[in-house]
Nanobody, 128 residues
Framework: QVQLVESGGGLVQAGGSLRLSCAAS????????MGWFRQAPGKEREFVAA????????YYADSVKGRFTISRENANNTVYLQMNSLKPEDTAVYYC?????????????????????WGQGTQVTVSS
């Protein structure tokens, strides 16, 4: 069982930056692939970024590629999402997700059903 707690959301002007954090409980964090998803008002939840358990492989949605960076610190049981050049369309609740998975996540990382554990979400609002 893993519990995930997101933090770092807030209100920022367009062009600004935020760094989201997701702290995970448990002692086997390095066995988990991690992902970030977001849900804007009136829209379905969508994939944002994912990272393999070692951190050697990262994946991004086209809409955030080049602006967002996912990273992790296994020693601190934490995954981050650095968000730069924010746009009003990035406004959403951002969720952290985890899956204990020792294989290659390439085919699966972008689907909600792949992940077993979810955080409660953190609100990001980007004003124009």
């Amino acid at each position: 069982q893993v519990q995930l707690v997101e933090s770092g959301g807030g209100l920022v002007q367009a062009g600004g930056s935020l760094r989201l954090s997701c702290a995970a409980s448990g002692r086997t964090f390095s066995s988990y692939a991690m992902g970030w998803f977001r849900q804007a008002p009136g829209k379905e939840r969508e994939f944002v970024a994912a990272i393999s358990r070692s951190g050697s492989n990262t994946y991004y949605a086209d809409s955030v590629k080049g602006r967002f960076t996912i990273s992790r610190e296994n020693a601190n049981n934490t995954v981050y999402l650095q968000m730069n050049s924010l746009k009003p369309e990035d406004t959403a609740v951002y969720y952290c997700a985890a899956k204990r998975f020792l294989g290659y996540i390439g085919p699966y990382h972008y689907t909600e059903s792949f992940y077993d554990y979810w955080g409660q979400g953190t609100q990001v609002t980007v004003s124009s």
